[in-house]
């Protein structure tokens, strides 16, 4: 062996010794590519590329709750449907973010009802409240084929052509390269407002400060017992929190959100929220990754603390992180209508109501010294959402749905989350449908 390493060391020891030099004048290289300051080239202009067209009645951006929702209703009142999505998955929050959590679902009906109908016999546990998101995927697929949809998945919406208050068509990159899809009329189910906002149109971001409400990365571990769990007081308890973030303490550890919590989806398979990422904008790809990585260190030191522990944590293993750290505000895209506090505070009525909102005003603390979530001093009573919020007040053929929909800080805490988000989804979805066909006539 001493004779074959001498042997290589001088027959190719040259040649080893050029290709370091030249992996160390490429890291070089990678290094000054990643400027501490991004500055803004006011001279860039994207050079023309050939695009394949596709045509629709209805367009739907964005494959969460709320677009999954408007693509089947669109598609099931008639209308030639495509529903784009940028991750290999239709769900959005629900499936790439491991929620596993439905929330304000109880008054629900329609499309809400069917899926909770279904999930109920995947043999998760606590359905409808929580469910197994690989049988989620499977569903919400399975619902778009059976009703017609045009499936698109791993394609972004990075441009939108507008001309006249119409948007004419939107513009996608995949590996398929630069596509056109042109729509009689175009739904924003994208979270964050991206096609509005890539439009032109107007929107608004976080409170009056400008600051948004933290973002958390969820995971799912193994190895928790749900009968240990019970008698610990860490589910099924009206103390679990303080009782889990009393476990992670003992555990020599802190979680970012001071309301860390388990929630049991099936025996020994566990949501695991223990993060909070502060300062985030949805319009931030930098902040995006720099707080998806820290989030998921923390969650990983924190799960292997626990299992040090022993006890009933001994099994626990990490089995997957979010592959979206979930965001929970975006931009508020401006509607015919505005939802408000007062409409929050009063229950307010509306004739072209499109959904009750039940759930409270959940603000979560904006900066790591605040409360976990407090209702903001706002006490909610139910409320519609009208059509005329989920209508955009720039483009006459775009309609949101989703967390994107007009409306103020205090009322987006409440019609946030994505029992609404599938109500809204389905009213628009109808409605888009009779504008398309009328159009067609």
């Known amino acids: ?28 290289v990678a290094l000054s590519a990643l400027p501490c300051a991004v500055a803004e080239d006011k001279n860039f202009s994207e050079k023309p590329k050939s695009a394949k067209t596709r045509e629709f009645d209805v367009v739907v951006c964005g494959g969460g709750p709320a677009g999954w929702a408007a693509a089947v209703s669109a598609a099931r009142a008639g209308a030639k449907t495509a529903i784009i999505e940028q991750q290999g998955c239709l769900g959005g929050i629900w499936t790439c973010g491991l929620v596993c959590l439905i929330i304000d679902w109880q008054n629900k009906t329609g499309l809400m009802k069917e899926l909770i109908g279904e999930l109920a016999k995947t043999g998760a546990q606590n359905v409808p409240h929580l469910y197994d998101p690989e049988a989620m995927k499977v569903l919400l697929e399975r619902f778009c084929a059976e009703s017609g949809v045009n499936i698109r998945l791993y394609t972004r919406v990075c441009a939108v052509n507008a001309e006249s208050g119409r948007i004419k068509s939107v ?41 948004c409400q933290p973002a958390t990365l969820f995971a799912i571990v193994s190895g928790l017992e749900t009968a240990r769990l019970r008698e610990a007081g860490l589910i099924d308890s009206p103390k679990w929190r303080a009782n889990f973030m009393a476990h992670i303490k003992a555990a020599g550890m802190s979680a970012s959100y001071s309301g860390a919590s388990l929630f049991q989806i099936r025996d020994c398979w566990t ?60 931009r508020r895209l401006r509607g ?20 009750r909102v039940e759930y409270w005003t959940d603000i979560h603390g904006l900066d790591s010294s605040a409360h976990a979530f407090s209702d903001g001093g706002v006490k909610s009573k139910p409320y519609d959402i009208p059509m005329r919020a989920l209508e955009s007040a720039d483009f006459e053929n775009l309609f949101m749905a989703g967390r994107c929909i007009s409306g103020g800080f205090i009322p987006h805490a409440s019609y946030r989350v994505t029992g609404n988000a599938v109500a809204m989804g389905e009213a628009v979805g109808k409605k888009a449908a009779l504008v398309a066909n009328a159009r067609a006539q």
């Open 271 to 330: 949501v695991f929220m223990v993060n909070h990422e502060f300062g985030i904008r949805c319009d931030d790809a930098d902040a995006y990754t720099s707080h998806t990585i820290a989030a998921r260190a923390e969650i990983n030191k924190i799960v292997d603390a626990l299992r040090a522990r022993g006890g009933l944590w001994k099994n626990i293993r990490l089995a997957l992180t979010a592959s979206h750290i979930g965001i929970r505000e975006g």
């Open 1 to 28: 062996m001493f004779y074959i390493c001498k042997f290589m060391k001088s027959a190719f020891g040259p040649l080893l010794k050029r290709r370091d030099a030249i992996k160390r004048a490429c890291a070089a």
């Open 336 to 355: 015919k209508y505005e939802i408000t506090a007062d409409d929050v505070i009063k229950g307010a009525r509306f004739e072209d109501a499109v959904c």
């Open 171 to 211: 513009e996608t990159e995949s590996v398929s390269g630069r596509e056109l899809w042109k729509g009689k009329v175009f739904i924003d189910a994208t979270g964050n407002g991206d096609v509005g906002a890539y439009a032109g149109g107007n929107f608004s971001i976080g409170n009056e400060n400008g600051k």
